[in-house]
């Protein structure tokens, strides 16, 4: 089972700063890496893909880098509506699919 | 519009079954994998069950496997998850999802939550 650890657990970041996100494969995963973004009491939302392709209706301040097994997510000039939890997750070796721990970005 | 409604959730004693249901609409639901994730009160995602668009394949997570079924119906547009032998641990949040690709998730349900509890 491929192991996905991230960090920090928690970030805090001003409004209108950049936040950088890390997520750490177990073993290389190519570029089949996702993050998504949760909200507290909603489900979660699919930010990227491939490692670096966005989804969707996704705002160009979202940006995804890395292969193998180091992967960042970069959020530029953060808005308010962007702090959340963020989540990893592989889907390159599976079952079973994995995600890591997640990163709560928190304002400071 | 793309949609995923869970509902089956509530209080159950251990050892107890409950079936959860996840109705899809506004995209071919029969065309697509599924899987149901889960996430523990206060925690991260968990993947639960996966099933292909022909219902010709199912994985498990090794906690669930032997106690939950995953099933689908293309005809209903409806994803299922038969859960038998409930415990403590299995409390959660079940969220339904949409398959892309090899396995990212790109629409998620609102999520139904499952008690289990004496």
């Known amino acids: 089972e491929i192991v996905m650890t991230q960090s920090p657990a928690t970030l805090s970041v001003s409004p209108g700063e950049r936040a950088t996100l890390s997520c750490r494969a177990s073993q290389s995963i190519s570029s089949n890496l996702a993050w998504y973004q949760q909200k507290p009491g909603q489900a979660p939302r699919l930010l990227i893909y491939?490692?670096?392709t966005r989804a969707t209706d996704i705002p160009a301040r979202f940006s995804g880098s890395g292969s193998g097994t180091e992967f960042t997510l970069t959020i530029s000039s953060l808005q308010s509506e962007d702090f959340a939890v963020y989540y990893c997750q592989q889907y390159d070796n599976w079952p079973p699919y994995t995600f890591g721990q997640g990163t709560k970005l928190e304002i400071k | 519009e793309v949609q995923l409604v869970e509902s089956g959730g509530g209080l159950v004693q251990p050892g107890g079954s409950l079936r959860l249901s996840c109705a899809a609409s506004g995209f071919t639901f029969s065309t697509y994998s599924m899987n149901w994730v889960r996430q523990a009160p206060g925690k991260g995602l968990e993947w639960v069950s996966y099933i292909t668009s022909s219902s010709s394949t199912m994985y498990y997570a090794d906690s669930v496997k032997g106690r939950f079924t995953i099933s689908r119906d293309n005809a209903r547009n409806s994803l299922y998850l038969q859960m038998n032998s409930l415990r403590a641990e299995d409390t959660a949040v079940y969220y339904c999802a949409r398959l892309r690709g090899t396995g990212f998730q790109d629409c998620w349900g609102q999520g139904t939550l499952v008690t289990v509890s004496s």
């Open positions: 491939g490692a670096s």
